[in-house]
């Protein structure tokens, strides 16, 4: 999945700009408690772990994709034994059939 699809960018420049109007926005003159303070600041917190962890698993993701990893399985199976299977790091090349001789 990639996170760049434009409906992504608008949702988080939606969100970023709310945001930022309501801290910009002023408020009523009243004192915070202590306790609400703490959750706001541990709220904040907890979304910039999440948005971090977000980024550099998207990163890793992309980084890991790149090296070539293995995308295909290759699967023998017979009636005497198990399944068995590998990974096989690239598609295998196209052969050509072998040449039959033909009957003259």
Request: proline share 8%.
């Amino acid at each position: 999945m990639s996170v760049s699809h434009p409906s992504f960018r608008l949702l988080a420049f939606t969100l970023v700009m709310v945001l930022a109007l309501t801290l910009a926005a002023p408020a009523r003159a009243e004192a915070l408690e202590p306790l609400t303070i703490i959750a706001i600041v541990g709220l904040v917190a907890v979304g910039v772990i999440i948005i971090v962890y977000l980024i550099v698993a998207n990163v890793a993701g992309s980084r890991r994709t790149a090296k070539g990893e293995a995308r295909y399985v290759t699967c023998v199976e017979s009636d005497t034994g198990s399944r068995s299977c590998w990974a096989v790091p690239d598609a295998p090349a196209p052969t050509l059939p072998a040449d039959i001789p033909q009957a003259s």
